[in-house]
């Protein structure tokens, strides 16, 4: 089994920043994908921001130019810096990470979630 665990989360005001963490541990042998996805009240599960099997690392439009997503391959540990929070941005935010076990069977694990808040 793959854990992942987020943390980070919270209230905050508007205009303010949080760092979310998600650590992935248990039967790993290699992640090739790992993202940040997001869920409103109401609304549906969304991708915020993730780095691919390549490098590269996409962004929803809405979070482009405030959110910097970061990946520590040596701790299977990946970021999301939150700058600039508006109401909008309140959700739970998920971990999401794809990849192969060390019996190599291909796995895509979830973290629990953790809540954003931002209000004033």
């Known amino acids: 089994q793959v854990q992942l665990v987020e943390s980070g989360g919270g209230l905050v005001q508007p205009g303010g920043s949080l760092r979310l963490s998600c650590a992935a541990s248990?039967?790993?042998?290699?992640?090739?994908?790992m993202g940040w996805y997001r869920q409103a009240p109401g609304k549906q599960r969304e991708l915020v921001a993730a780095?691919?099997?390549?490098?590269?690392?996409n962004y929803a439009d809405s979070v482009k130019g405030r959110f910097t997503f970061s990946r520590d391959n040596a701790k299977n540990t990946v970021y999301l810096q939150m700058n600039s929070l508006n109401p909008e941005d309140t959700a739970v935010y998920y971990c999401n990470a794809e990849g192969t076990t060390m019996t190599m069977d291909p796995f895509a694990s979830w973290g629990q979630g953790t809540q954003v808040t931002v209000s004033s």
């Open positions: 248990g039967n790993i042998f290699t992640i090739y994908a």
């Open positions: 780095i691919t099997s390549s490098g590269s690392t």
